[in-house]
């Protein structure tokens, strides 16, 4: 027991050490590209502006410096991009193709570069008629690549209604493509796996489970918990893909840290409720309801992860649904390996899991405080 307790805390400190050097903002490291198709093979994506235009910069066509860069202007930042059009576009649809057979799709941009904001980050609109003539396309985004150097892992959400098939599809460096013909399990498929990863590498909910865990005594309590957890996000992610609910995240992110430091204090300052027979006492159904509450702000998170704050995302309902289910498989599972080891220690020598239960709920809190001033403060 004393070799498990040992591992148990060399596990969180290695864990908390290396996230203490992660961002504050935990979805920061990766960007998400936008990008609608109609019937007419009209495409309008929306691209994070900063990431955009230092990617363009790298184009010998972009001669000159954007001093809008830095300046927050719209109108400014709009300029900077239409006055290198051909570098700007040449960037978006060499990254961003259609096809059709085989065949490269003509491009032709419709209109000017406009702005406009996705959780208070600036990104920037192009619109792209593409010529050519087929029933099943391809559609192709490499899209702000890993090997640039400024973010990893960038996802392309795109929904479309082309030629009798509609629907939406999640692209990435592992994924770049997919046809308007594939299989609707072969799109839900992608959003599954979305879903997994997004809550696998999201650090700020990794450490939220792990002080739902940390804080239970019986399997009873962590069921109940995550339970009350999944419904609370699962409403607010239903409600924001349905264009009815839009919360910033200059808010959303600084109340998830919060959450974080409060779920795992309390696991330090009081002990976990008890579950009797007739089911839990006060203290019990206060922490319930404290669970349920942060879930809500949750559900914003993974919402916000994918840019659902628009009327439109309703279209794209069915394929939120199945990337909901790939969080919970994740959920579940790290429960499922995680619980049952903190259980064993407890009961087998609880001195040793009071020391490992503390460790980690002390160590989770403090991350999450750090994480929210950082978030509040801007840093």
Known sequence: MRRLAVIFLGIAATAIAALSAAPAQAHGFSSTVYAHVDGQLRTTVELEYDLFIVSVADDPLFLEGTPAFESGD???QAAALNNHKPAAFGYATRHFTVSAGGTACTPTQSGDFTMGERDGVPYTTLVVDWACIGDDYELTS???????GYVKGTKTIVDYDIAGHSGSAALDA????FSTGQSWYARFGEFFVLGAEHLL???DHILFLLALIAGSRRL???VLAATSFTLAHSVTFLLAALGLVDVPGSVVEPVIALSIAVVAAWG??????????GGLDRAGWIRLGVVFCFGLVHGLGFAGAL?????????LLWSLLVFNVGIEVVQLSIIAVVFPLLLVLRRRAPRAGRWVTGGISAGVSVMGLIWFVQ???GG
């Open 74 to 76: 719209a109108t400014a």
């Open 268 to 277: 330090l300052l009081k002990r976990p409720a008890a579950v009797e027979e």
């Open 174 to 177: 592992a994924h770049p493509s």
């Open 201 to 203: 590498f999201g650090i």
């Open 220 to 222: 009873r309590e962590i």
């Open 375 to 377: 978030r509040v403060t």
């Open 142 to 148: 490499t899209l702000f690549p890993d090997e640039d």
């Open 307 to 315: 840019g659902i704050d628009e009327a439109w995302s309703w279209t």
